[in-house]
């Protein structure tokens, strides 16, 4: 566009030298020219204007989604986590096993559940105080957490117990990694204020069968945590 203008308008200066246009008409094309191209550029910064005015809105409203999803994020994870441990919380634990019965229940891709829960621990609070109970629990969630394997799920599930999801795990391998964790908290030097506080802990084992929900599975595993307790605890049962 200005381009043509432009040779428009040396085309009037070269006609008006020539002696071609009138003197009063090549002024009045001269200025007719200048104010339309005047215009255009008038209307071009305007539409630039208007189009980088609507580029910092989308970037606001693009930064303030990220914003929201991102507080969204944080608040189900405080939801989900447990505050003491930092382990997942009932509530994680809920949508988990919910996940694993349904893909059992499609694909029958077996897996398996072990309840954990401390022996004597309210032995440990009468005696120590609750401030050495909330570190040994803190320290119970680490020793179980380490001994786990990345595709497997624990979470507390209220007071000193734990739970545990083993994907794609049957029952005698669920066993076996329940034992080495027993084991590995059986021998964690545990102390208060340089006391020996010590620490064990039952299980109870089940794996996913048949017509199983996520209420009949935990159900098992726990009635042989409480055979575990009642037969001296400190050990890992399977049903």
Known sequence: MESFLSNRYNHFAMYRKAGLLGKGYGS?????????????????HRLQDRYENLLDKVERMEQETR???AHMEAEKARATTDALTGLPNRAAYDERIAEEVARWQRYKTHFSVAVGD??????INDTYGHLAGDKVLRLIAKVVKLKLRGSDFVARYGGEEFVILMPSTGATEAHQAVDKIRQAVAK????????????????????SQEGDNEESLFSRADEMLYKAKANGRNQAVIG
Not at 188 to 207: I, L, R
């Open 118 to 123: 401390l022996d004597f621990f309210k032995r």
């Open 188 to 207: 964690s030097p545990f102390n208060f204020h340089g006391k020996p506080v010590t620490v064990t802990m039952s299980f109870g084992v089940s794996e």
């Open 67 to 69: 914003e929201v999803r």
């Open 28 to 44: 009045r094309r001269v200025i007719v020219v200048d104010d339309f191209k005047r215009d255009e550029d008038e209307r071009e």
